[in-house]
């Protein structure tokens, strides 16, 4: 492959999937959104979220899609599946993944890695002393490419 040229490898969308038994709309309007993102291409990993006993006072938390994600990028990276990985997310806990995916372009010289994070977080994933790629994403291009479907709407 020449320098400027590439192809689209994989795109993973991570996310949690409502109870049914807890939130019927919900758990409909993610199904709804997962045949969207299906459609598009992109290969979906959807885990069920865990309801706190305070629920719904308290919201559900997605548990262990950071860690699928994680564990896709390294073995994706180590398998040279990928030139270049562009990783989406603002969830520290991906530190690790982005500390294994460094490790080993230094050593074999790829893959690159690019983050992309939300302006105004406080939040990001670092790496001390490393200097990472940014894309920052503002409100303006937010706006411009976010998906205003109401999913809880039956079609």
């Not at 795109?11 to 109870?19: N, R, T």
């Not at 294994?100 to 893959?111: N, S």
């Not at 920052?136 to 205003?148: P, T």
Request: some cysteine; charged content about 30%.
């Amino acid at each position: 492959m020449s320098g400027s040229e590439y192809s689209l490898a994989h795109v993973g969308v991570y996310a949690g999937m409502p109870s049914r038994k807890r939130t019927e709309t919900g758990y409909k309007a993610r199904r709804r959104q997962v045949a969207r993102w299906e459609q598009t291409g992109a290969r979906v990993f959807a885990r069920p979220l865990r309801y706190p006993k305070a629920w719904p006072a308290e919201p559900a938390r997605e548990k262990g899609i950071d860690v699928k994600l994680a564990i896709d990028m390294v073995t994706m990276a180590v398998a040279d599946q990928y030139d270049r990985g562009i990783l989406v997310s603002c969830d520290t806990d991906l530190a690790p993944a982005v500390e294994a995916v460094l490790a080993l372009k230094k050593e074999r010289g790829r893959p690159e890695l690019e983050l992309v994070a939300w302006e105004g977080r406080a939040n990001k994933i670092g790496i001390g002393g490393v200097k990472l790629t940014y894309r920052m994403i503002d409100r303006n291009l937010f706006d411009s490419i976010r998906d205003g479907t109401d999913y809880t709407l039956d079609p």
